[in-house]
């Protein structure tokens, strides 16, 4: 049965009762007295000539009256304490949020004033990002002089996680789209359901290229009621970048410039919040802000049902007894 096997879910409402296990040591106790104390039915000056004699097959199960009774005390004690089988629901009642990280690829975040570059190190921080949101669809939208979405808004973190990993600079044409990438990270939340929409945007530059104003894409999200955190990349004065010359690659200082007028007013119009990344440590600190700010509210619910289970002890309790009974009176009756 599985009630015996499946002890992990088995509990008991009446424990207290186990101490009258207590009772079964005794009774053995009693017993083995009781039998050292029974008078003979026939004086025998010795017993050398039974000595040879073997024991029936009535005497030697007549034990088994004992243990039926043990067997039915145990069982009946077990009974009592009310064995019961628990099983746990748990429900999750989430709030999820729907987020887009939009990500600058362009050609100027290969400059290493972050470690090793500036795109690894946000592509670091955003993988971080993603393990700390285990119920957010999130998706990523990739953008230099155009946007490309790398993946949609998803649960499935493991398939982002491997986006996030494989964004590189130059695989769309080079620039600073600015519009493009807010544009496009508005589309893909646009027909969301979720209660809270949010775009994470990252760049390094100002908007020198693309189709749709900087200030278009912003009327867009807040037509859409999208929120939208901005981070502007890059140390402050100017920063070392690999360079392509006819001689091969070659590292030169250049000047950091970043749109902050324009990625503040973004932020402030949308309900989110401007941040500014010097470093790596910095960086982190901003999407750790950005993960307390935008908190999943997630309600935990556990119901707990029990199912009694003490019939099947009683029933063999009942079942010894009657068995012990049985035979006490009638196959072991002319030796009990």
Not at 111 to 130: C, G, Q
Not at 186 to 197: E, N, T
Not at 210 to 225: N, S
């Amino acid at each position: 049965m599985k009630i015996f096997t499946d002890w992990q879910h088995l509990t008991f409402a009446h424990p207290l009762f186990f101490v009258l296990l207590l009772l079964v040591p005794f009774m053995v106790w009693w017993q083995t007295r009781r039998g050292r104390k029974q008078q003979p039915a026939l004086r025998l000056t010795t017993i050398g000539g039974m000595a040879t004699v073997n024991p029936g097959f009535k005497a030697r199960l007549r034990p088994a009256l004992f243990a039926l009774r043990i067997i039915a005390v145990v069982m009946l004690i077990a009974a009592l304490a009310r064995p019961q089988s628990s099983n746990t629901t748990t429900n999750n009642d989430t709030e999820g949020i729907d987020l887009v990280l939009g990500m600058d690829v362009s050609g100027s975040m290969l400059a290493e004033d972050f470690k090793p570059n500036r795109i690894e190190a946000a592509k670091k921080v955003a993988l971080d990002f993603v393990d700390k949101r285990p119920s957010d669809r999130i998706g990523l939208v990739i953008f230099s002089g155009e946007s490309f979405t790398m993946c949609p808004i998803t649960i499935d973190h493991n398939v982002l996680k491997g986006q996030i990993a494989a964004a590189r600079s130059g695989m769309i044409t080079d620039g600073t789209s600015i519009g493009m990438g807010l544009a496009t990270s508005v589309d893909r939340l646009r027909s969301s359901k979720a209660k809270s929409r949010v775009i994470i945007l990252m760049t390094d530059g100002v908007n020198n290229m693309g189709l749709i104003d900087p200030t278009t894409a912003l009327e867009i999200a807040k037509a859409f009621k999208i929120r939208v955190y901005t981070i502007g990349v890059g140390t402050m004065g100017q920063a070392l970048m690999p360079m392509q010359t006819p001689m091969g690659t070659v590292k030169q200082m250049v000047p950091v410039e970043i749109d902050e007028p324009l990625l503040k007013q973004i932020a402030a119009q949308t309900g989110g919040k401007y941040f500014r990344a010097t470093n790596n440590n910095s960086l982190k600190a901003i999407y750790d802000d950005i993960d307390k700010l935008e908190k999943t509210s997630v309600e935990v619910t556990s119901f707990k049902r029990y199912a009694e289970l003490f019939f099947p002890f009683a029933l063999i309790a009942v079942l010894c007894l009657g068995l012990e009974m049985l035979l006490r009176y009638t196959v072991f009756k002319s030796i009990t």
